[in-house]
């Protein structure tokens, strides 16, 4: 296989017969039909993904990939890219949202340097370093990675999501930090759907509405520059994505592929999913969008790709928070489809069809 | 003070001073100022309301108070009325959803009797009764309860708080169970919301859409026969209420009285936040709401107590389940504020204002 080709990913679809079978429990326990609303479909969709009768949420972790980006020197974000380093630190050190949520849950975190252009201060034997080049270069002009960087960046993922998966992982969240990111998840978004720079482009981490228009403007220049084809994810990543876009895209495919439920963050992560998508189709069955970010084209990307968001509650701030924040959802919905009484076990009786009730079930 | 009137019930509002030091602190966190969203308004809320800089959401607790509703002759539920019997014995047996939730969150958990009509099977001794009588009367040729069981069952809910904050519970969650009861729900939501009962009226546990309209009819009769005015919100909870509903508004006037944070559940223990805050406006500072229920009515409540909910999974089951689905957020909101790390602690720069980036503030 060429270095600039990643090759075909094959993912199953998950089970259906899991699926239908998880449905017909959910309509035996003690509530009206229904009544549990999407934590019934969360359920049934990792019974299909773990194609069992007993899903189970237990070992879980969360990957925040960062990495730097070159498109900061037209001035499109509010933090100095000092922050992407510092903040490493941070997550290391466990100072982060990120780091306090995963210690509620009990989630174990990798922090990945994909290409952080700044040294990491503190103690840095915890991170995991995949990193091909310090950042990307600015894409305003030119591709922002070489293609195979794209494809090493995609195979980097998809390993550690297998090598996560092996040692039992039942869960991953994905998350990244990176300043200037949500100006290449905005590209990344406007070809992906086809929709224009503006439309997707947002404040990111506060900038006002002038320099949105500037941010948005940037985009415009860097698709005009390199031409990306939705058909060509690969090439889409290479052009005007982010080296912890493309870790967290093969993350998705990688998760996909050995079974583990994905769940997505905000409009960054997602952008990484609109990638892995395009790669693999069938990867969307494998993932969970967690929160409605603030980011303008976030709910766009999540309608594209049929998902829709658990939590509404205004963040934006990405590192895997809405994601991590999530995951006690998706622990109830297991729980309560594992746990609950049928009609039959509690004696309760059943709804009562037109002039003819149900006896108790007993 | 007479048996049939409920006097002035005192709530001080909550400490402007501990929010606005709580928002402060936000704001020196290691984060984009407001990326937490609302997650930074939960916490700053909690701070306020038990008037500290270090809030702590410790000891849980989950009271679901159930009853019967003598308007089910009108065939407006989609269940027989055992249900509710039936359901509060899976609630003590712990095979119910709200069952599997708390112990998922580690909150306990009171069930309430507030006016059940049939035996309740099984165990009982943990089962809380607080009843006047065997549910309502069919409430559409006259009132549901006496002036006097409002009063009574208010004043029940109110102790039962205050017993529940002395012995150190920091967060209520409410819920309830009892067939018909949207039906009351309905009926008090278009008196307190000024809106046609066509418009509040919703599905219930599973009805169709003509049983729909037969029930807003069924609450308009209602409305006719015992012109309930906004103004008497004991009167409206005597004659078009329950006594779920009344032991629930109860809980939330006593909860605020005593600092305590309550979370509400979806449009029945909405509809008793109706009747508390027409009784004491300020116990709505006390409020959280948990998830958007898909009972048309619901939305409408919110707004009108000037609330939001945080979760969005399509649910209309009761019983607290979306409330106690919502404490680890909660608990979320209070650790990042507590624990995580200061710009200045972790050596993060802040944000660049134009043309003048601030120094890595060390």
Redesign the interface.
């Known amino acids: 296989m060429s270095e600039s080709s990643l090759g075909s990913v094959e993912i199953d679809p998950i089970s259906v017969a899991h699926v239908e079978a998880a449905r017909s429990r959910q309509s035996s ?11 019934e479909d969360i359920a049934c969709q990792v019974a299909g993904i773990q194609h069992t009768d007993n899903p189970a949420i237990v070992d879980k972790w969360v990957v925040v990939a960062a990495a730097d980006h070159g498109v900061v020197d037209e001035g499109v ?4 890219q ?2 992407t380093a ?2 490493v ?2 997550f290391l ?1 466990g ?3 990120v780091s ?2 995963a ?3 009990g989630a174990n975190v990798k922090i990945v340097d994909a290409g952080v252009a700044h040294p990491i ?1 503190g103690d840095t034997s915890d991170l995991v370093v995949c990193k091909l080049a310090e950042g990307t270069n600015n894409f305003t002009d030119g591709p922002a990675m070489p293609r195979e960087h794209a494809v090493e960046i995609l195979r980097e993922g998809m390993q550690l999501a297998k090598n996560l998966s092996q040692q039992g992982a039942d869960l991953i969240a994905i998350g990244e930090m990176g300043i200037g990111n949500t100006t290449a998840a905005s590209a990344i978004t406007s070809v992906m759907l086809d929709q224009p720079p503006k439309t997707v482009t947002g404040h990111g ?2 900038i006002d509405e002038v320099t949105r228009l500037k941010k948005a403007y940037v985009v415009s220049r860097a698709i005009t520059a390199n031409a990306p084809q939705a058909t060509d994810p690969v090439g889409v990543l290479a052009t005007i994505g982010g080296y912890e876009i493309g870790l967290l895209a093969g993350v998705i495919l990688g998760g996909a592929k050995t079974r583990t439920l994905v769940v997505l963050d905000g409009f960054i992560s997602t952008s990484a999913a609109l990638i892995a998508a395009a790669i693999a189709p069938k990867a969307t069955q494998y993932m969970l969008a967690s929160h409605k970010s ?1 980011e303008r084209g976030h709910m766009l990307a999540l309608t594209h790709l049929g998902l829709r968001p ?8 990405g590192e895997a ?1 809405g994601a991590v ?1 999530t995951i ?2 998706v ?2 919905a297991v ?2 489809h594992n ?3 049928t009609f039959e ?8 069809e037109a002039g003819n ?1 149900e006896s ?1 079930r007993s």
């Open positions: 326990l003690t509530k009206p039909a229904g009544s549990l609303g999407r934590l974000s509010a933090f100095p000092t922050v510092q903040m630190a941070n050190s100072g982060a949202a306090v949520l210690r509620q849950v201060p981490t506060g603030v658990v939590i509404d509650l205004d963040m934006r701030l928070s924040l006690p959802i622990e109830s729980r309560l746990e609950m009484a076990e509690a004696q309760v009786s059943g709804k009562e009730p108790v």
